[in-house]
Every structure is written in structure tokens, then in C-alpha cells.
């Protein structure tokens, strides 16, 4: 007997649902793609956002890199750079970007920034580099900007201004000091009893001035005859003026002495042989004059030249020259107005000494000093018969 519907008939059924299921499940669970293609679909949906983070880090790391320049120096060259006062942090960075000392105004204003600067970047005049660092032009603004560079001249005592200009131009500063020399408002010869002076020789006062860098000549010159007004003001000119002698004159010896005196001691007993051969009448005899007015300074004078027609030539001509040979110091300036007591009228190098001097009151001791003096130098095969340390 059969029951009812059959036995195979349900066999069928349940086989074919059964494959059903394993062709959907081959195909995936909705029945579309197969599970494969359903993965591949997952990565590409996740490629983007993928691709978007690794631009973002990329992005970050750029940042960080632009603005912190971890392999960024000190930069190269020079630029003047002035910043005014009151920029913002802005506008500093906008300019240093346009003077190329920084790669990025943005970046070195938000630097300044994070770094906590910004309010204390300084004003002024800089000397920085091309492609700075923005933590090193950070650290050179905040500083401030150095002070004036300055610089420091030594005017020795004795020489003339002809003799002192290369001097000052080699020292950097600016200008001709010959023609700032001329004259200046700063002093009137005339006050000192000269009234021709042709220019301030005598009266630019030898020591180290201290001047900006850059400093205009007429700077110097007004230090200098400011300096020589202090000095001269204290200066007792009693016995000059006994010796009817003028400041300007007491300058005029002052220069000779500082020309004819090595030794310190000896320079009143020098201004003293001057007062002596002025008050007697006599040429002075000095060839110091000879040599401001010819310009040798070095090589001996000539038979020519001691016998030059000028009013520099004391050998020629009795009494001062009419100006100063050069600019004495406050020590020579002492000695002229004040001179030691004596009766010499004469001196002459003593050999085997370095620049002392053998003073005589008459010609005839003068003349045994003399003839000393060139014994020696002729033993010496024509060289000066002096002893001092090369």
C-alpha cells in the first residue's frame, strides 16, 4: 500500500532546495555576486579612504618639515635688513619672505608663534643671511640688533695733518681730512693769537678717539679740537706770556719740541735752547722745520733742501717758523709754555744713546759734542750713532 503523496516524489524536493542553498551560498547570501566579488567591492570601497589618510600624513609630515626645517642652517652671505618699529609678526615675515631671507613669511609668523616670539622680535637694522632658518632669524630678532660697531684711531703726538690722513683713511673713516682740517666751527685759530693760520695744524690734539662706524672726518676733527681745548685750558701760560710769546706761538715751539724730544725729562730743557736763541736772536737751527716744509721726513736732507728759500727753514731764518709743524701732545705743550731755567743754546744727539741729547751753553763745547757725534757716525760707516731697541 502507498502513502499518500509519495516517498520519492519529497526526496526530489529536499534535493533541490538543498542545491538551491549551495548556489546561493556560492553566489552570496543576497543571491547577486559571488563572495569573492563582494570582497573586491569592500577594497575598493576602503582604496579612498585609504588613499585620503596617507595624503593627510603626507600633508602633516610636509607641514612639520616646512616648519620646523630640521635640515635648515644659518643661511649664506649678507642682507641688510631693517625692521620698522611697530611690524607686526606679519609683516616681519612678509618682508624677510621678499628679502629672501626666509623661504616662507606664513611659516616663520607661525613659528614665532608656537615658539611663544612674537612679541619679542625687536626693531632695527640687522645684518642677516640668505635662506635662514626660521629659528635662527627667530633667535637673531629676538636678540635685538647689535649695537653701533665702532671704531678706535690713534693720533700720535707729533705728526702733521699731511702725515696723520692716511692714517685716518686707513682707520675707515670718511672723508678728505685735509680739506676738514682747513677750518672748522669748532675752533678759531684766531682766539689762540693766529690770526693767519692757513689751517688747524697744531691744534688736532693726538690721542685715541672712539667714532661709529662710518663716521664723517669732520666727527674726528671735532673731537680732536674739543679735546685740544680741555687740554690747552689748563695749561699755565705765565712764562710764555713774560717771553711775549702768544698761545699760538707757545704751539709753534711745542711742535718742535715734540719733533726734537725722545726722552720725556728732556723736552723743558729743549723749549728752553728755543727760548734762549729767540731771546738772543739767533736761528733756531732746527731741521725739523725743514723737513715739514720739503716733506722728507725719513731720508736726510739735502744740501737743496737745508738750504730752502721758505720761512720754515730756521737755518736760514731767525726766529719761529709761522705755524706749527705738526701737533704736539699736552706733555710738549707743558714744556713750551713752561721751560726748565737754563743757559743752553745749543744740543746734539749723544752717540751710544737712544735720542739723548749733549746740551752746551757755548759754541765751542757745541762744537766738541759735534765733533763727537760724527766721529762715531763715521766709525759706524755713516749710521746714526744711536743705541735703541729695533
Known amino acids: 500500500m502507498h502513502r499518500a503523496g509519495g516517498g520519492r516524489p519529497a526526496a526530489d524536493s529536499a534535493r533541490r532546495i538543498l542545491a538551491a542553498r549551495r548556489e546561493q551560498l556560492a553566489r552570496g547570501r543576497d543571491g547577486g555576486e559571488p563572495a569573492k566579488v563582494g570582497a573586491a567591492n569592500r577594497r575598493r570601497r576602503l582604496l579612498p579612504l585609504l588613499l585620503a589618510l596617507a ?22 652671505g649678507e642682507l641688510r635688513v631693517a625692521i ?11 618682508l624677510l619672505d621678499e628679502r629672501g631671507v626666509v623661504s616662507s613669511g606664513f611659516f616663520f609668523a607661525t613659528r614665532a608663534r608656537l615658539a611663544g616670539d612674537a612679541s619679542e622680535l625687536k626693531s632695527g637694522k640687522y645684518t642677516l643671511r640668505r635662506g635662514m632658518s626660521y629659528a635662527a632669524a627667530l633667535d637673531v630678532l629676538s636678540a635685538g640688533p647689535p649695537p653701533p660697531k665702532t671704531l678706535n684711531i690713534t693720533i ?28 672748522s666751527k669748532a675752533l678759531d ?3 689762540y693769537g693766529a690770526d693767519g693760520a692757513e689751517n688747524l695744524e697744531g691744534f688736532l690734539f693726538p690721542a685715541t678717539y672712539e667714532l661709529k662706524a662710518g663716521a664723517a672726518v669732520d666727527d674726528l676733527v671735532t673731537q680732536q679740537l674739543d679735546a685740544f681745548k680741555d687740554q690747552f685750558a689748563d695749561v699755565d701760560l705765565k712764562a710764555a706770556k713774560r717771553a711775549n710769546l702768544s698761545p699760538y706761538e707757545v704751539l709753534v715751539i711745542a711742535s718742535m719740541v715734540e719733533r726734537e ?14 727760548y734762549n736763541r729767540l731771546k738772543d736772536g739767533m736761528p733756531l737751527g732746527i731741521d725739523a722745520t725743514t723737513r715739514f716744509a720739503t716733506g722728507n721726513w725719513t731720508e736726510p736732507l739735502t744740501e737743496s733742501e737745508l738750504a730752502l728759500d721758505s720761512p720754515y727753514n730756521t737755518r736760514e731764518n731767525a726766529g719761529l717758523p709761522p705755524g706749527p709743524i705738526g701737533n704736539p ?8 709754555a713752561n721751560p726748565d731755567d737754563t743757559d743752553f743754546l745749543f744740543y746734539v744727539v749723544k752717540p ?26 763715521a766709525a759706524r760707516g755713516g749710521q746714526s750713532p744711536t743705541d735703541c731697541p729695533s
Do not use: M
Not at 55 to 76: C, I, R, T
Not at 84 to 94: A, N, T, V
Not at 352 to 377: I, K, L, M, P
Open 189 to 191: 685759530p684766531a682766539d
Open 55 to 76: 595624503a593627510g600624513s603626507l600633508v602633516g609630515l610636509w607641514f612639520l618639515l616646512s616648519l620646523f626645517q630640521p635640515f635648515k642652517g644659518d643661511g649664506e
Open 84 to 94: 620698522p618699529e611697530g611690524s607686526s609678526i606679519g609683516q616681519i615675515g612678509d
Open 261 to 274: 724730544a725722545q726722552l720725556s725729562k728732556e723736552r723743558p730743557i729743549i723749549a728752553s735752547v728755543i
Open 156 to 183: 700720535l703726538e707729533g705728526p702733521s695733518r699731511e702725515e696723520v690722513a692716511p692714517t685716518v683713511e686707513d682707520a675707515g673713516v670718511e672723508g678728505d681730512y685735509l680739506k676738514a682740517t682747513k677750518s
Open 329 to 336: 701732545g699736552l706733555d710738549s705743550i707743558e714744556a713750551a
Open 352 to 377: 751710544g744713546t737712544c735720542g739723548e741729547h749733549a746740551f752746551s751753553e757755548t759754541d765751542a763745547e757745541f762744537q766738541q759734542n759735534v765733533e763727537r757725534y760724527n766721529s762715531e757716525r
